[in-house]
T-cell receptor, first 117, second 112 residues
Framework: NAGVMQNPRHLVRRRGQEARLRCSPM?????VYWYRQLPEEGLKFMVY????????ESGMPKERFSAEFPKEGPSILRIQQVVRGDSAAYFC???????????????FGSGTQLSVL | QQQVKQSPQSLIVQKGGISIINCAYE??????FPWYQQFPGKGPALLIA?????SEKKEGRFTISFNKSAKQFSLHIMDSQPGDSATYFC???????????FGSGTKLNVKP
């Protein structure tokens, strides 16, 4: 049973380009979360999605960032016109339900390291 | 503002010793407190978690102590091993929801 798959592992973009980060949740998981980790900091919540729905995007910057989780295919985090401050590790996580009940784990992928030149 | 404050930032422990990492929170609505372990180049992995209706949770060498009145919780790693060397994050969430507020992390180095 493959875990949460993220690609690419490393992504280099020049300022002004677009970055697309992909996340395939674990099999049977229909809830996806994106978190951003800056160097020497903890993870910061960005967005929570179910299939075809954005449930909570309170952590997403108002501009340039968008996320989707289509009926078919992986979840995509899209960053338009990247700036140096977007350089970070972006982690995707999935769960079978959106319920942090005691027995439910949130499974994280290995992340995408975005570097903006 | 930082919803969950974690200390220390780094920790060096001798093999066999006890590692203690502390976290404090402000929001009394938080009702789920997990600890995550992260190795370099990997995503965080759930280590152990607790709800505020108990004061302690133990799984193997890992124990969470929870003090609801002080709004603090801590991770204790007994008999620390070099393989425990990693970054540890505490987190909190509310309303049975997987939107976590993470602490800033503690880099643990267990020396042989």
């Amino acid at each position: 049973n493959a875990g949460v798959m993220q690609n690419p592992r490393h992504l280099v973009r020049r300022r002004g380009q677009e970055a697309r980060l992909r996340c395939s949740p674990m099999k049977g998981h229909s809830h996806v979360y994106w978190y951003r980790q800056l160097p020497e900091e903890g993870l910061k919540f960005m967005v929570y999605l179910q299939k075809e729905n954005i449930i909570d995007e309170s952590g997403m910057p108002k501009e340039r960032f968008s996320a989707e989780f289509p009926k078919e295919g992986p979840s995509i985090l899209r960053i338009q016109q990247v700036v140096r401050g977007d350089s970070a590790a972006y982690f995707c996580a999935s769960s079978p339900r959106g319920d942090a009940s005691y027995n439910e784990k949130l499974f994280f992928g290995s992340g995408t390291q975005l570097s903006v030149l | 503002q930082q919803q969950v404050k974690q200390s220390p930032q780094s920790l060096i422990v001798q093999k066999g010793g006890i590692s203690i990492i502390n976290c404090a929170y402000e929001n009394t609505a938080f009702d789920y407190f997990p600890w995550y372990q992260q190795f370099p180049g990997k995503g965080p992995a759930l280590l152990i978690a607790i709800r505020p209706d108990v004061s302690e949770k133990k799984e193997g060498r890992f124990t969470i102590s929870f003090n609801k009145s002080a709004k603090q919780f801590s991770l204790h790693i007994m008999d620390s091993q070099p393989g425990d060397s990693a970054t540890y994050f505490c987190a909190a969430s509310k309303d049975n929801f997987n939107k976590f507020y993470f602490g800033s992390g503690t880099k643990l180095n267990v020396k042989p």
